[in-house]
């Protein structure tokens, strides 16, 4: 049974360029959550997406934007990107009726470094 | 803001031995409380969960106490196996919200 896939694994880009990232949950699995982890801290929460809408968001600007397909696969974007971007991009799924105390499954991450 | 605090950024544990990894939170309205491990180059692994109506979970070899008064919690890892080196985080969520907030982690050496 896979797992959360996420591609692609490593990305170089350059500032003010455009990005995209992808992912699949786990099957079963119909909410998609993506977080940003940076050096030395824990993920930090971007948004949430079910039923093809995001419905929260964290503290990041709109140029972090998303898209979930019927699918329920998910894309990150973000635009004019900036050196703070660079960081580990995970995607977690999740059913949207689970209860509390279920936790997320992760993919391994996105490793973006902006230069 | 940060509203999950892990105080320590690593700890070192002979084999055998008990682990003990502390987390601190600040907002009332969380009530569950989740552990992950995160080994190099993978995601986090969700390893148990309490409720905040209980005070204890346990798991086999891993054991998470919470004190509502506190506002803290810890997860107890028994007998400590080498294998059981990663980075733990500790993370909170919000019955009715939808986001999971997480700390910044420590990291586990487990000494053979």
């Known amino acids: 049974d896979a797992g959360v896939t996420q591609s692609p694994t490593h990305l170089i880009k350059t500032r003010g360029q455009q990005v995209t990232l992808r992912c699949s949950p786990k099957s079963g699995h119909d909410t998609v959550s993506w977080y940003q982890q940076a050096l030395g801290q824990g993920p930090q929460f971007i948004f949430q997406?079910?039923?093809?809408?995001?419905?929260q968001r964290g503290n990041f600007p709109d140029r972090f934007s998303g898209h979930q397909f019927p699918n329920y696969s998910s894309e990150l974007n973000v635009n004019a990107l900036l050196l703070g971007d660079s960081a580990l991009y995970l995607c977690?799924?999740?059913?949207?009726?689970?209860?509390?105390?279920?936790?997320?499954?992760f993919g391994s991450g996105t490793r973006l470094t902006v230069v | 803001d940060q509203q999950v605090k892990q105080n320590s950024p690593s700890l070192s544990v002979q084999e055998g031995r008990i682990s003990i990894l502390n987390c601190d939170y600040t907002?009332?309205?969380?009530?569950?409380f989740l552990w992950y491990k995160k080994y190099p180059a993978e995601g986090p692994t969700f390893l148990i969960s309490i409720s905040s109506i209980k005070d204890k979970n346990e798991d086999g070899r891993f054991t998470v106490f919470l004190n509502k008064s506190a506002k803290h919690l810890s997860l107890h890892i028994v007998p400590s196996q080498p294998g059981d080196s990663a980075v733990y985080f500790c993370a909170a969520s919000a019955t009715g919200g939808f986001k999971t907030i997480f700390g910044a982690g420590t990291r586990l050496f487990v000494k053979a």
């Open positions: 977690a799924s999740s059913p949207w009726d689970r209860g509390q105390g279920y936790g997320y499954t």
């Open positions: 907002n009332s309205m969380f009530d569950y």
């Open positions: 997406y079910y039923e093809e809408e995001e419905r």
